[in-house]
């Protein structure tokens, strides 16, 4: 059985900074594309970023987090991040990390709410 659970949000002023983790177990993240997306009240989810397996591993940025956000992850702990810096408050949402098979399942994490203040 697929798991992926979440940690790391929370509430922080405008400028600071957020890890995100997202621990996997059942499925092996490094043979996997991986993203993270993020949920804003009353809008709809969006991809944030994503990082794919082998020769196309290089990830790829929304424009809106570009520079400021990175995406990674840890083959020996089959854990992935994010890791994100210069917080702004348009960046509160939920967050939820997504693994895509090669056979284009998805698998989520429950989310992890991130709150920037003013």
């Known amino acids: 059985q697929v798991q992926l659970v979440e940690s790391g949000g929370g509430l922080v002023e405008a400028g600071g900074s957020l890890r995100l983790s997202c621990a996997a177990s059942g499925i092996t993240l490094e043979t996997n594309v991986i993203a993270w997306y993020r949920q804003a009240p009353d809008k709809q989810r969006e991809l944030v970023a994503v990082m794919g397996v082998g020769s196309s591993d290089q990830p790829n940025y929304q424009d809106p987090v570009k520079g400021r956000f990175t995406i990674s992850r840890d083959k020996a702990k089959n854990t992935m991040y994010l890791q994100m810096n210069s917080l702004k408050p348009e960046d509160t949402a939920v967050y939820y990390c997504?693994?895509?098979?090669?056979?284009?399942?998805?698998?989520w994490g429950q989310g992890t709410q991130v709150t920037v203040s003013s």
């Open positions: 997504n693994v895509v098979t090669r056979g284009w399942t998805n698998y």
